[in-house]
């Protein structure tokens, strides 16, 4: 089904774009025609979106700013069938078929809304060390397909909210295992391709998300700090010793070389980023895991979560003259051989491609620029901004360059998005017209004259919501 899904891009570009809108026009049930409209003014409006009633200017809108909100506001999108069509499009992968998918958070500050629910404290990043805040906002997490050379396209796949009541490491591992059935069920995946690769950054309980989706195809890796702190296999109980047997071998601390063992595999490459790249892998090391955390509610003895650590040393980074620090990742494959150890390493690397997706939805579509105030209109946006973003990558190959004068040409195939986005006009004139023409009608009487509004908002408080038990008493006391 892969090959002929990019058969089929690669005849009738045109054609698969003109299915996505079809399949994103039936997921819109209430006002569908009013955000749709909006769909396609935020892809032909020229430049950055800075204000979400300038989208009613363009001529592919034609309700006014009103409806716009009313649409947002009390309109009703079907998560799950675009979810299916996302699926269904044309899916990037590796040179030798393999997907791989990344996983990560952006967050959509909102330090001043107090009306507005569901908010969490967001870490951002400040200028320096020890400069980090958190912020008050909602916080999206975001599956997308990554692609095997270097560019700033991504396929964005999911999206969900983390609310203040829930566990991100369990809403995660849902996440993604929706995402993979809804590639095997649309023909992306079969038997005997390679299990589909996964990788997140520092912050997930890989470990945890390994476990949680061990009944699927997939391999996980993620980064990990250079302070943990992994266990060998334990050595066989010998006959006529008294005691438990052991469970957990010698320590294997990633910032004490004494520690370190031979690597399984050791190898070094040459890349044109950031110089020669050194790799050394060892297999059959496992966390010791203890009852906290997420694992606090694990009912019996905890497992031996087997995998691969690599260690990624590169020459230099672009732009910085210091050593840069060693990059410690860990996969879900016990034994991991030199060719899954270079499909690790590289697909991780590929993952910061996410980050170019995030500027792009931020800075150019205007992801983060309305000031909605009810969380589900929030989510109605996001998803119109990710069949956007959708809709600029399946009409790469019928967009022509038009770069401004002080920029350089670029061949059809390495076009940027935001280049692709001028041109978007001029393809959508040869789509089926989808919306409806609005109905003629007039506006309501609105507020009296004099009056003012007398119903307040309700301010709501900002982070979770449900305490973490941090010990087994505690746990069990709450029943």
């Given at each position: 089904m892969s090959s002929v899904l990019f058969h089929l891009s690669a005849v009738d570009p045109l054609g698969v774009l003109a299915r996505f809108r079809q399949g994103l026009h039936a997921s819109l049930y209430a006002r569908e025609d009013a955000l749709f409209e909006l769909t396609d003014a935020l892809l032909c409006t020229s430049g950055s979106i800075r204000t979400l009633v300038e989208l009613c200017l363009a001529a592919e809108h034609r309700r006014g700013h009103g409806g716009m909100y009313a649409a947002l506001n009390e309109g009703d999108l079907e998560p799950e069938r675009l979810r299916w069509a996302l699926a269904a499009m044309p899916l990037p992968q590796a040179r030798d078929g393999r997907i791989t998918l990344a996983v990560d958070v952006s967050n959509w500050l909102r330090p001043d809304a107090g009306t507005s629910g569901e908010r969490l404290f967001c870490h951002t990043y400040g200028r320096g060390r020890s400069k980090d805040q958190f912020i008050p906002?909602?916080?999206?997490?975001?599956?997308?397909?990554?692609?095997?050379?270097?560019?700033?396209?991504?396929?964005?796949?999911?999206?969900?909210?983390?609310?203040?009541?829930?566990?991100?490491?369990?809403?995660?591992?849902?996440?993604?295992?929706?995402?993979?059935?809804?590639?095997?069920?649309?023909?992306?995946?079969?038997?005997?391709?390679?299990?589909?690769?996964?990788?997140?950054?520092?912050?997930?309980?890989?470990?945890?998300?390994?476990?949680?989706?061990?009944?699927?195809?997939?391999?996980?890796?993620?980064?990990?700090?250079?302070?943990?702190?992994?266990?060998?296999?334990?050595?066989?109980?010998?006959?006529?010793?008294?005691?438990?047997?052991a469970r957990h071998g010698s320590r294997f601390h990633l910032r004490e070389r004494d520690s370190w063992h031979d690597p399984d595999v050791e190898s070094s490459m040459l890349t044109k980023r950031y110089g020669t790249a050194e790799i050394r892998a060892w297999g059959h090391l496992h966390p010791a895991l203890t009852h906290r955390s997420g694992w606090i509610g694990h009912d019996g003895e905890l497992p031996i979560l087997d995998g691969t650590v690599i260690r990624l040393e590169v020459e230099h980074l672009p732009g910085n003259q210091h050593d840069p620090d060693p990059v410690w990742l860990w996969c879900s494959a016990a034994a991991a051989d030199e060719h899954t150890v270079t499909v690790c390493w590289t697909m991780f690397l590929r993952r910061f491609d996410l980050e170019h997706t995030f500027r792009f939805l931020k800075q150019t579509l205007g992801w983060t620029r309305p000031k909605l105030r009810d969380p589900g209109a929030a989510d109605r946006w996001t998803w119109l901004v990710i069949a956007a973003h959708t809709q600029l990558r399946l009409a790469r190959t019928l967009a022509a360059d038009q770069r401004r004068p002080w920029e350089a040409p670029l061949p059809p195939e390495k076009l940027t998005p935001a280049r692709v986005r001028r041109g978007f006009r001029n393809i959508r004139a040869n789509l089926p017209e989808l919306a409806r023409a609005p109905k003629p009608?007039?506006?309501?009487?609105g507020r009296p004259a004099g009056s003012r509004n007398k119903i307040r908002a309700v301010v709501h408080e900002v982070g979770k919501t449900e305490k973490r038990a941090l010990t087994l008493e505690e746990h069990y006391a709450a029943g």
């Open positions: 906002g909602w916080p999206y997490s975001f599956v997308a397909a990554l692609e095997a050379g270097p560019t700033s396209w991504t396929a964005l796949l999911d999206a969900t909210r983390l609310t203040p009541s829930d566990d991100a490491t369990e809403v995660t591992a849902a996440q993604l295992r929706a995402v993979v059935t809804r590639l095997i069920g649309a023909g992306h995946w079969s038997a005997g391709d390679f299990p589909i690769t996964i990788v997140a950054d520092a912050g997930y309980d890989v470990a945890r998300l390994a476990y949680l989706l061990a009944d699927l195809p997939v391999l996980m890796v993620g980064r990990v700090r250079s302070d943990r702190v992994y266990r060998r296999e334990a050595t066989p109980h010998r006959p006529g010793v008294n005691g438990r047997p009608s007039r506006p309501g009487p």
